[in-house]
């Protein structure tokens, strides 16, 4: 069983950071890799970013490619979304995922474990 849980949301005016954290427990990063989705009031839940599992490969939206950085620390088994460049447009809750099959990687179907969410709000 795999539980994950996001820290570091907030509120943080245009052009802000914010530090987005997630804590996994029961799986290791050897296993098929990490994605961070948002989801917007309204809106289909969509990719962000993915760190692999092996190499450490990453991977972003052009939405937020230059902008965002996707990293891991193995050693507490936390993965990372530092967000820089803050838009209103970034507004969303971002959850981190697990994937555990061999689809897309910004598929959400290839993930099947979850984290509760955490809220990012960007005023203009």
């Known amino acids: 069983q795999v539980q994950l849980a996001e820290s570091g949301g907030g509120w943080v005016q245009a052009g802000g950071s914010l530090r987005l954290s997630c804590a996994a427990s029961g799986r290791t990063f050897s296993d098929n890799g990490m994605g961070w989705f948002r989801q917007a009031p309204g809106n289909e839940r969509e990719f962000v970013a993915f760190?692999?599992?092996?190499?450490?490969?990453?991977y972003y939206a052009d939405s937020v490619n230059g902008r965002f950085t996707i990293s891991r620390d193995s050693a507490k088994s936390t993965v990372y979304l530092q967000m820089d460049s803050l838009k209103p447009e970034d507004t969303a809750v971002y959850y981190c995922?697990?994937?555990?099959?061999?689809?897309?990687?910004?598929?959400?179907?290839?993930?099947?474990?979850w984290g509760q969410g955490t809220q990012v709000t960007v005023s203009s």
């Open positions: 995922a697990a994937r555990t099959r061999l689809l897309g990687k910004r598929d959400p179907r290839s993930y099947d474990y």
């Open positions: 760190i692999s599992g092996d190499s450490g490969s990453t």
